[in-house]
């Protein structure tokens, strides 16, 4: 246990000697948390172009709730529907409400580039300019999703896992593969250190310096963007722990089978590109097919985006995220062991 300690003494003070890591620690949070979701908050604005075929106070009714609605950020009258679509096929304008005479109903035009999304525009437009109530939608709105700008607070959780995913991963495939290229591993084989008590010690030590970003990020998320927990901070810091886990084990992998820095960040990196895009992080789950859908089981980037969700905006209690966690020291259990495999004949006298 001393040894376990002073090891654990000696990955500190190599940390804080090394300016590089000091930087990152520094510079992730700031920008990832600070900076980064204010390009993610996709809040919703379009433009509309209206054609009056009514020639009643109608049309200037739906142009005044056009204009009320905060989606909706310039509403302009067009002479036909023609020059409107030369428009819209521009990229100029997001929609078309044309104005039937009396007795007809009004004819929404959208630009089709994305499907799921001028599906919704046309919903929410007819709705607007009929003023159909709210309450009859079949939605379910959960106002901590919607809290920020457009879904900015939905992305948040997201960016919380990935700037701890490349905390844990980054700082162990640097300091593995530096120890390597310093023959460090030779020393610490002299003093009988075992492979378990190595990776042991990095995996404890990574997942403390992990999660002591993890709150900096939550403190800044609420200061600049009024972003809180809405479950318990006990459940989501658990959740973390058994990602970062599987995180620090696996730039530990990374590490051991590379003959170089820069092979073994190029893999992480590739590592990380594949696992993010793969995790419904960005995308939804029903837009995969369904063979690369299943492997959201092996993912661990999914596991943890999917507590972070109900956690940090659902208020979902420990006793429902078994799966979760039980995934997530799964596979972060395997790797270890892995490692531990991999490291011993470099720590076998």
Same mark, same amino acid.
């Given at each position: ?154 992305? $948040? ?35 009988g250190m075992k492979a378990g008590e190595y990776v042991l010690t990095k995996v404890v030590f990574f997942i403390a310096v992990a999660l002591l970003e993890l709150g900096v990020g939550l403190v800044i998320a609420r200061v600049v963007y009024d ?19 599987? $995180? ?96 011993t004949y470099r720590l076998t006298p």
């Amino acid at each position: 246990m001393r040894r376990f300690f002073c090891i654990l003494r000696k990955e500190f003070l190599q940390m804080i000697a090394t300016p590089s890591f000091l930087l990152v620690l520094l510079v992730c949070p700031s920008v990832a948390v600070g900076v980064l979701p204010f390009g993610l908050g996709n809040l919703t604005k379009m433009k509309v172009d209206v054609v009056d075929e009514s020639f009643t106070p109608r049309a200037r009714e739906m142009v005044t709730s056009l204009m009320r609605s905060p989606h909706v950020v310039a509403v302009n009258w067009s002479p036909s529907r023609e020059i409107s679509l030369r428009k819209m096929d521009k990229g100029k304008i997001e929609a078309i409400v044309v104005v039937r005479p009396e007795g007809e109903q009004p004819v929404i035009l959208v630009d089709g580039s994305h499907i799921l999304q001028a599906r919704d525009i046309s919903s929410y437009l007819m709705r607007l300019v009929l003023g159909d109530p709210m309450e009859g939608l079949p939605l379910h709105p959960h106002l901590r999703y919607v809290s920020g700008d457009g879904n900015m607070h939905y992305y $948040m959780c997201t960016i919380l896992a990935i700037l701890i995913a490349i905390i844990g991963c980054f700082l162990a495939v640097v300091s593995v593969v530096d120890e390597r290229q310093k023959k460090m591993l030779e020393h610490l084989r002299s003093i009988g250190m075992k492979a378990g008590e190595y990776v042991l010690t990095k995996v404890v030590f990574f997942i403390a310096v992990a999660l002591l970003e993890l709150g900096v990020g939550l403190v800044i998320a609420r200061v600049v963007y009024d972003f809180s927990c809405a479950g318990s901070l006990v459940t989501y810091f658990a959740l973390g722990a058994c990602f970062l886990l599987c $995180m620090v084990n696996l730039g530990i992998f990374i590490a051991s089978v590379s003959d170089s820095q820069v092979r073994a960040i190029f893999i992480m990196v590739f590592s990380f590109f594949v696992l993010i895009l793969l995790s419904t992080m960005f995308a939804p789950l029903d837009n995969m097919s369904e063979g690369w859908a299943a492997t959201r089981f092996v993912n661990p980037f999914f596991w943890m985006a999917d507590g972070s969700w109900k956690v940090l905006l659902k208020n979902v209690g420990a006793a429902e995220l078994w799966p979760n966690y039980v995934m997530l020291l799964l596979w972060g259990s395997l790797l270890m062991l892995l490692n531990i495999r991999n490291l011993t004949y470099r720590l076998t006298p």
